[in-house]
């Protein structure tokens, strides 16, 4: 079946822009989570979705980022106010329920210039 | 928080070779280990994973074993092979569902 699709692949951006990321996870799966992921660095954490619920938000950085899930299903990373240090690859993963396999998607590549 | 360690940072072995990677980790409530292959420009892939309440485990040239006691989990390949080469992560979990990754380790399979 199909995977984590994210779009776009890439991104590239000026500073001070707005962005938006999207997430679609596996058919099904009730857990959305985001993470950023620096070059040579394993991924972080970012924010987790139960449901259309935020369960988890204790890895944003600042208030510059939020993310949505309005339907339970497609999630939003929002980005306002673009810094060239929000350059990274920003993955998106689902799991079938809580302490399930996490399934991760092909990322999205953003560039700040 | 979590402070995960792996070790090494790069390993070079020959094709057929086997592959040892360690992964220490610092909070004692963790009770899921998985380990994760990434390849270039895609996204990490579990490719094996273990529970709190079992020691090994093995899936057919993979193997994951865990001390509980030392707080360290390591990942076993063995009879490597040019597609094995990628880099591998661990991320033990609390139940928390935010994984904490180590920084990777950069496997080259050499043929």
């Known amino acids: 079946g199909a995977g984590v699709s994210q779009t776009p692949s890439n991104k590239v951006t000026e500073k001070g822009k707005y962005v938006e990321l999207r997430c679609d996870p596996i058919?099904?799966?009730?857990?959305l989570y985001w993470y950023r992921q620096s070059l040579g660095q394993g991924p972080e954490f970012l924010i987790y979705?139960?449901?259309?619920?935020?369960?988890?938000d204790s890895g944003l950085p600042n208030d510059r980022f939020f993310a949505v899930r309005p339907e339970g299903s497609v999630s939003t990373l929002k980005i306002q106010r673009t810094e060239r240090g929000d350059s990274a690859v920003y993955l998106c993963?689902?799991?079938?329920?809580?302490?399930?396999?996490?399934?991760f998607g092909p990322g999205t590549r953003l560039l700040v210039l | 928080g979590e402070n995960v360690e792996q070790h090494p940072s790069t390993l070079s072995v020959q094709e057929g070779d086997s592959a040892v990677i360690k992964c220490t980790y610092s909070?004692?409530?963790?009770?899921?280990f998985p380990w994760y292959k990434q390849e270039l420009g895609k996204g990490p892939q579990l490719i094996i994973d273990?529970?709190?309440?079992?020691g090994e485990k093995k899936d057919q040239r993979i193997a994951v074993t865990l001390n509980k006691t030392a707080k360290h989990f390591s990942l076993h390949i063995t009879e490597t092979q040019p597609e094995d080469s990628a880099v591998y992560f661990c991320?033990?979990?609390?139940?928390?569902?935010?994984?904490?990754f180590g920084s990777g380790t950069r496997l080259q399979v050499q043929p």
């Open positions: 273990i529970r709190s309440n079992v």
């Open positions: 979705f139960q449901g259309t619920g935020a369960a988890d």
């Open positions: 993963a689902s799991s079938l329920g809580s302490q399930e396999t996490q399934y």
């Open positions: 058919s099904g799966h009730t857990a």
């Open positions: 909070d004692s409530a963790s009770n899921y």
């Open positions: 991320a033990p979990d609390t139940g928390r569902r935010a994984l904490t």
